[in-house]
């Protein structure tokens, strides 16, 4: 009789678990809630908090979905893998260690002299410099994390109506921001007190992770605005064709022309990857049997805005590369970066201690008013910061990335293809900033990830 009941009991759980809206259902708030209180990477604690509270339901209903459906990882073992060891950094940065450990370990020279020359006993402590900040950081992967377990569970109807979602807080950002522009600095639609005054930043603290915002959503725009390939074509549900396409061809160019205002040059380098990669998804969307309608369309909904930009703000563009300007501080300050963190080899300094590290590093030479939080090379501060082990994990993610990607573009899926280029356009802006450290973009960056890992009964 017992028996009876638990099974009944787990028979329960299960198909609460498999409710079929569930992880669509917490992945919209996750997404609105990044969107508007995620877009500062600092002095925003109570509004991460609210994602990371937001991101709680989706987590939840997608480890109790994986864990409880069979089937549901087929073919994502090595993602789920590699998000169990990110996961892994700062809990194991966090673990206290006895004097006789930590003060071996490489850097700790600086600790271990303060104690001594203050009179004190060592304690117990643990590896990062910065504990509070390397659980804040902890803290801030669960939204990410979510989301890509979340991606893991949707299907192609999910996956259009979440890109959906995305544009449409973008485009209500780009609302915002033209009232930044026209406004002023003085305008009360900055959502932010340290901000770029003057400047587009729409739901963003800093204009340049609002251009990475749209540089990343334009393929994705394009993939929900051209159909899919033909074998697709037959699988899809009728609730896949969801409308709203007028909404992507406004998306396109209205974006290429903010990103001619918002003069971001990362952005403006960028620009040229992601127009080719929307007019690759755009080619691969175009069949003989409809003609080249997407393609065409695609081509002019790109090449019209950047010719308009040309022609009123080419000047203005081309003077944020000016050869005159003085020396970018963030290349004179990389070497010291570099630097620092062959110091701190192999562990690393702990998530969240650049700015510990880099002040005591700093030379007298770089010290000015501009406060320098962030290496602006993700990379360069993922060594500084998790050492060996944050380049092993990177290595791995590139290992399972490729081919991830060079499956979505031989699936004849636009979303799949799309979310592959979002990637590569958020890691490559991730050179000279830190995008992955705002959590609207975090999420994003997490929502493609997800797509590119779904299973393939998906």
Known sequence: ?????????????????????????TALLLIAAAAIFGGASRENPLRLACVELCALPLAIVAVRRLVLVPGETH??????TILALVIAVPLLQLIPLPPGVWATLPGEVPRTEALRLAGLQAPWLSPTLSSDETGRAGLALIPPAAM?????????????RLTW??????????????????????????????????????LFANRNHEADFLLALLPLAVGVAVPAGPSQERAAAPRDHIPGSPLAWLFIPVSIVALGVIRSRAGVILATPAALAALAIAWRG???????????????????????VALFSLEPILGRFDS???????????????????????????????????????????????????????YLELWLETGWLGAAILALFLVWFAPAAWRAWRSGQPLAQAASAAVVLLMAQSVVDYPLRTETLAVLFGFCCGVLARRPSA
């Not at 510990?356 to 590093?361: D, G, L, Q, S, T």
């Open 75 to 80: 073919g994502g073992g090595l993602p789920l």
């Open 148 to 160: 890509f377990l979340g991606g893991i569970l949707f299907d192609r109807s999910d996956v259009r």
């Open 165 to 202: 979602l995305w544009i449409g807080l973008a485009t209500t950002g780009l609302a915002l921001g033209i009232a930044q522009v026209v406004a002023g600095s003085q305008s009360a639609a900055y959502p932010y007190r340290t901000t770029n005054y003057g400047s587009l930043v729409g």
């Open 1 to 25: 009789m017992s028996e009876g009941r638990t099974a009944d009991r787990t028979g329960a759980a299960r198909m609460r678990v498999d409710a079929p809206g569930a992880p669509f259902s």
């Open 324 to 378: 005159q300007r003085p020396a970018e501080f963030r290349f004179e300050a990389w070497p010291h970066v570099a630097a620092a963190a062959e110091a701190y080899l192999p562990l690393g300094a702990g998530l969240g201690s650049f700015d510990r590290v880099f002040e005591a590093v700093e030379p007298l030479s770089l010290v000015g008013p501009t406060y320098f939080n962030h290496a602006h090379n993700d």
């Open 286 to 308: 175009s069949h003989p049997r409809r003609g080249r309608r997407p393609m065409a369309g695609i081509a002019a909904m790109i090449g019209l805005p950047v010719l308009a």
